[in-house]
C-alpha cells in the first residue's frame, strides 16, 4: 500500500486578500487544511491530493473519473 503524495501550500494574507486567496486556493484543487488570524494577518494551510501519474489504483486497474 503506497502513502498518497500530498501537496502542501502555506499563505500569509491581510483580511482584504482572505476570500480571494481561499477561492483561489479551491480551484486549484485544494482543501483548507486551516486558516488562522494572528493579529495582523490570516494564515493559510491548505492541501492537495496528488493522484498517481499512471491513474491506476493499486490493483492495476484504471477507475474512471
Do not use: H, Y
Not at 21 to 47: P, Y
Not at 48 to 62: A, H, L, Y
Amino acid at each position: 500500500m503506497s502513502i498518497p503524495k500530498i501537496e502542501w501550500k502555506m499563505v500569509e494574507v491581510d483580511g482584504e486578500q482572505l476570500e480571494q486567496v481561499l477561492t483561489e486556493l479551491s480551484e486549484a484543487d485544494f482543501e483548507i487544511f486551516t486558516a488562522q488570524f494572528t493579529g495582523e494577518k490570516w494564515g493559510v494551510v491548505a492541501r492537495k491530493f496528488k493522484k498517481e501519474s499512471s491513474g491506476k489504483n493499486r490493483m492495476g486497474f484504471s477507475a474512471p473519473c
